[in-house]
């Protein structure tokens, strides 16, 4: 049997929890017309590059089939038919990867940096009081602008 990648954009104002119960019914509308789903990717609520039916966001989901191509005929058949899918794409692929896909592996490492509140930024404080300190040098250019204003003040 061959085998297929298929990726499809559902609406932003769904939950993750009903994205998931999408990616399920997808799973069995595939396993019911005699394919399989090895893997399955859910890449979360991500922004578009365009709008597609006035939505800027979709919740991504990503599947990896083994099926005929009558399964995902009727797949996409039954994808057009959903309200909650807007768009979708399936790619013919020679193998498929078990490893998780890049977007997955990307999302990950981001997890794992962590927040910037763990030290980095410096408080206000730490600079010192705000104004014209006595400290600081002067530019060439602010000595004529301040002879200028106390000339026309005069």
Do not use: C
């Not at 954009?9 to 769904?14: C, M, N």
């Not at 009727?74 to 977007?103: A, G, K, M």
């Amino acid at each position: 049997m061959p085998f297929y990648e298929h990726t499809l954009i559902a609406r932003p104002d769904l939950s993750a929890q009903q994205a998931q119960t999408l990616s399920e019914s997808i799973s069995q509308i595939v396993t019911d017309n005699g394919g399989t789903v090895s893997k399955v990717e859910y890449w979360g609520l991500r922004n578009l590059t365009y709008r597609i039916k006035k939505n800027r966001k979709g919740h991504y989901l990503h599947f990896n089939v083994e099926s005929p191509a009558a399964t995902i005929e009727e797949l996409e058949r039954q994808e057009r038919i959903h309200e909650d899918v807007l768009r979708y794409l399936t790619v013919r692929v020679e193998e498929l990867d078990p490893n998780p896909s890049q977007v997955m592996i990307a999302k990950s490492s981001r997890e794992d940096r962590g927040r910037r509140d763990d030290g980095y930024r410096r408080d206000r404080d730490d600079r010192g009081p705000r104004g014209d300190r006595e400290d600081r040098p002067r530019g060439d250019r602010d000595e004529p602008r301040r002879e200028r204003r106390e000339e026309e003040v005069a």
